[in-house]
């Protein structure tokens, strides 16, 4: 695996072992580096509107909903797209 800056805001935002599971993941293989970074990306939103870092197993969830939602959509489409989130009333 190649070399990978660790910048400010996955710092902030994810905790230590959250961090350590992203590059644990890529690094073994079992997914792709494009999606541990959209995962790492969802995270670092997650964590600025909780105002809380994400932990692992937050990381980990966060992880196989971005696989399935990879699996889902179309080439193009935004990754979790507002208008096909359900919401709650």
Do not use: H
């Not at 909903?65 to 208008?83: H, I, M, Q």
């Amino acid at each position: 695996m190649p070399v990978r800056y660790i910048p400010e805001y996955e710092r902030r935002y994810l905790t230590e072992e959250a961090l350590a599971l992203a590059y644990s993941v890529c690094a073994d293989g079992a997914f792709s580096q494009e999606l541990v970074e959209q995962t790492l990306t969802e995270a670092v939103k997650f964590g600025q509107s909780g105002g809380q870092p994400v932990d692992a197993g937050l990381f980990e969830a966060l992880l196989w909903a971005v696989c399935d939602n990879d699996l889902k959509r179309s080439p193009g489409e935004n990754l979790f797209d507002d208008t096909t989130a359900p919401y709650v009333s």
